[in-house]
């Protein structure tokens, strides 16, 4: 080898050497979505936490209610409200164990790392983390193109050429293209508030069209009996339903991504304004989803479809409304389930990989994604199916048992307490939820798989 290759050598070596420490040295919680700007307001938890629940979940509720029928479907969805209150409010507390200093568990992950150790909290929490926010993003691929179809429909009233549900698929995802470049959580504020406003519109128009449809005289050929004809399709329906509703309680899955973007200090904890924009967000949640699920129900008994909106036609302008917003709602959704994904992403690919942070990096990350979501949803544009199997897979455990279980470890309440029983009773219910709903959506998946024919 020549004094030349030699000198080359040595120059590409002390080269990588300089790359390696810059990418040591560089802070990446500066860059990372979920830690890059902790300037957030009150107002901007409820906005997003109310984006991340009231979507597509408050829009199947009133098949779940003709899965489960009256006093059932109260009962489920009714008490997940209660017991999804009470988990959000657990994680919103162990977010700071020191409120304003200390270590604070930015993402879930972390939290499942301090209650199950290093290793077991990764291996626990993310892929069932991954499932819920990537399986609510493919969810939202196949919302946002059904109900901008439904909107071109009504809109045209029969003079537009049909167009295939993938194209209206294809045309939800460019936005979601252009949007996924959205630095971080705050850089996405105006477009969650936007969607947390169209949430509550198309709820309420939702629950009035309903309510003109259920006029005494047209709810008489009405029917709340179940829609299955055997004993096999009522239960494997009611596991569904159960996962449907699951899933329609989704918000645990960011709380603790949002909270990470509000600033902390002694005096004034995170956990403040955080649960103060929480209360806001339920009390929308409880506004949109008892009005929707029980309106909608009440409407067209086991007639609804899975997603209200497509049972609803008249007064058609105001349902073609009501469907521009559902697009506009599931878009800002979307980035905000997407969020915490991108950050994941991002980190093993600077982390593990060594890639070096920046633009390049994260539009091609984060294009790759949009991408895949993509293509899964037009692949497999089953929404009933879709939300019961998620709902049971993935949001049951990070939504109903899994706080119940850090904060047994993590706080020890005394045994036989009222918190100690209550906590167990949410974690057998939501192991309960895990068994039994991704059996009925994966059979309602194979169903609606049977009549499909793909890329349609």
């Not at 020191?98 to 790392?113: I, N, V």
């Not at 309440?413 to 959506?441: D, E, Q, R, T």
């Amino acid at each position: 080898m020549s004094a030349t290759e030699v000198m080359e050598e040595c120059t590409e070596t002390a080269r990588e050497r300089r790359e390696e420490e810059r990418l040591r040295n560089v802070n990446l919680d500066d860059w990372l979505p979920i830690t890059s700007s902790r300037t957030a307001k009150w107002y901007y938890s409820a906005f997003h936490n109310v984006t991340a629940m009231v979507g597509a979940g408050v829009l199947g509720l009133p098949f779940a209610m003709s899965q489960l029928g009256w006093p059932t479907g109260v009962a489920a969805i009714a008490s997940s409200f209660a017991i999804t209150l009470y988990t959000l409010w657990q994680l919103v507390e162990l977010h700071e164990p020191a409120p304003g200093g200390g270590k604070r568990f930015d993402r879930y992950h972390e939290l499942g790392q301090a209650a199950f150790g290093r290793r077991l909290g990764v291996c626990l929490i993310v892929p069932l983390q991954l499932i819920v926010q990537v399986g609510t993003d493919i969810v939202y691929m196949v919302t946002g193109g059904q109900t901008l179809k439904k909107f071109v429909e009504l809109a045209c009233d029969g003079r537009c050429a049909d167009i295939r549900l993938t194209f209206y698929i294809m045309m939800f995802a460019s936005a979601q293209f252009v949007l996924s470049q959205c630095p971080n959580f705050n850089s996405i504020s105006a477009v969650s508030a936007a969607a947390a406003a169209m949430s509550l519109c198309y709820s309420m128009i939702a629950f009035f069209a309903s309510v003109l449809k259920a006029h005494p005289a047209a709810a008489a050929a009405v029917d709340y009996g179940f829609k299955a004809t055997t004993a096999a399709g009522r239960v494997f329906g009611a596991f569904n339903a159960l996962g449907a509703v699951s899933f329609a309680f989704a918000g645990h899955n960011v709380v603790l991504e949002i909270q990470a973007t509000i600033p902390s200090t002694p005096e004034r904890p995170s956990k403040r304004p955080m649960w103060r924009g929480v209360v806001v967000a339920y009390a929308v949640v409880a506004l949109c989803y008892f009005t929707v699920a029980f309106g909608g129900y009440h409407a067209f008994g086991n007639a609804v479809a899975p997603n209200v909106l497509i049972s609803l036609e008249k007064p058609r302008w105001l349902v073609a409304a009501a469907n521009l917003m559902v697009v506009v709602h599931v878009i800002g959704a979307y980035q905000v389930y997407a969020m915490p994904v991108f950050d994941m992403i991002e980190t093993v690919l600077a982390k593990k990989l060594h890639l070096r942070p920046g633009l390049p990096l994260r539009v091609t990350a984060r294009s790759a994604y949009v991408a895949l979501t993509m293509f899964i949803g037009i692949t497999f544009p089953f929404f009933d199916g879709l939300l019961g199997f998620f709902g049971g897979f993935g949001f049951a455990p990070t939504t109903y048992f899994i706080p119940c279980i850090i904060w047994l470890i993590m706080r020890k309440p005394a045994k036989y307490s009222l918190s100690w029983l209550m906590n167990w009773c949410f974690i057998i219910i939501g192991m309960l939820l895990m068994l039994v709903s991704p059996i009925g959506g994966l059979r309602q998946i194979i169903l609606d798989a049977s009549k499909y024919k793909f890329y349609s």
